[in-house]
Structures are given as structure tokens and as C-alpha cells.
């Protein structure tokens, strides 16, 4: 079976990989190969940061990777919190933050359109290779469920009507950003 690194610790994300990606590949953690960098993101884009977060595992490790890079555009803040989504609240990464933070933009406004975006960066053989997803959506007044991360409980996908956070995972994986870009991957990963 194929080993691969997907440069990421986050056990959320780690989890929904191994998930759509099935027994096809090993999916190992940063943790898992001993990675405790601290990798910038300083692209402006989330392509740009999904490829420095692979080319730091490839360059530094020698390891065939993807890692990827999500962000959520909201349509009345001019696109943010985009590509700062993780750090919209500070450097921290603290998600209940973050939701404050949006939710108390949101207050007053009246259209609440927003998408989510995900770019997966895939270096294989020397080769690097970009899939992205998106799902479009809106923005609750207020958060709704307890399963999922980040912005889930505030972000209604038009296919469901409920928060992702409101969905089990298979549900979720099928209509998400991360499960659309992770599909991409796992397709090409098939040929």
C-alpha cells in the first residue's frame, strides 16, 4: 500500500482524508513522520499555501505528500475571512473565535451568501498536481450542531439546509469543499 503524508495534524482533517480516501493509500500524519515545523502560510492564496505546506514536507523529508488549504468567503465582508479563515480571530487558530468574530460581522447584514473553498496540493513523484472544491451556502445567526470543526456550525450548505456541523461525516464528506477536493485527489491518485 502507498504511503503518503498528508501535512497536516489536525486530527479533523487527518480523520475526513483517511475517510475518503479508504484503504487505497497510507495516510500518515506530520506527527507521524516526525514533523513539528511550524510551516508558514504566507501565500496569498489558498493554492499558494497548500503548495509551501507540500513542498516543506517534499523538500525537508523526501516524502510524497498533499496538503491542503481552506478557506471561507463571505460575501457582504468582501471575501473575508478567506485565505486568514483559521487565524480570523488572532494567531491562535481558536475556532469558537473565529465564529464569534464572524457572527458579530454578520450582525447587521442581510445577505448572508458564502462558499467555502479548498485547494489540495499534491506532490507525487516529483510532480505537483492541485485539485480544489467549493460549496456554496449561506451563514446562520446562529451556530447549530456539535459534530465537524471551524465554521461548521454556522455554515448552512444549500444542499442540506442544515449546518455541516449538523451532518455525521459520510453526509458531510459528500457535498463539502474538503470531500469534493479530496475526491478530486483520490480519482487521480486511482488512474
Not at 54 to 77: E, N
Not at 88 to 116: C, I, Q, T, V, W
Not at 117 to 141: K, N
Request: hydrophobic letters at 40%; a negative charge.
Amino acid at each position: 500500500m502507498k504511503r503518503l503524508v498528508f501535512a497536516t495534524n489536525n486530527a479533523h482533517k487527518l480523520e475526513e482524508a483517511r475517510k475518503i480516501l479508504g484503504d487505497r493509500l497510507e495516510i500518515v500524519s506530520l506527527e507521524e513522520i516526525g514533523c513539528n515545523d511550524d510551516i508558514p502560510e504566507t501565500a496569498p492564496t489558498l493554492e499558494g499555501n497548500a503548495l509551501i505546506k507540500a513542498r516543506w514536507i517534499h523538500d525537508r523529508y523526501g516524502l510524497d505528500c498533499f496538503a491542503d488549504d481552506t478557506g471561507l468567503m463571505v460575501d457582504a465582508l468582501n471575501g473575508a475571512p478567506g485565505v486568514m479563515s483559521a487565524r480570523y480571530a488572532g494567531p491562535a487558530h481558536d475556532s469558537a473565535a473565529n465564529m464569534k468574530k464572524l457572527l458579530s460581522e454578520m450582525e447587521d447584514k442581510e445577505d448572508r451568501r458564502a462558499h467555502f473553498s479548498t485547494a489540495v496540493a499534491l506532490i507525487l513523484d516529483d510532480q505537483e498536481y492541485v485539485f480544489e472544491g467549493r460549496v456554496d451556502g449561506v451563514i446562520s445567526r446562529t451556530p447549530a450542531g456539535t459534530q465537524g470543526f471551524g465554521y461548521d456550525p454556522v455554515f448552512i450548505p444549500d444542499e442540506s439546509g442544515i449546518s455541516f456541523a449538523e451532518m455525521d461525516a459520510d453526509a458531510k464528506n459528500a457535498i463539502s469543499h474538503r470531500g469534493r477536493a479530496m475526491q478530486k485527489l483520490a480519482d487521480f491518485l486511482s488512474r
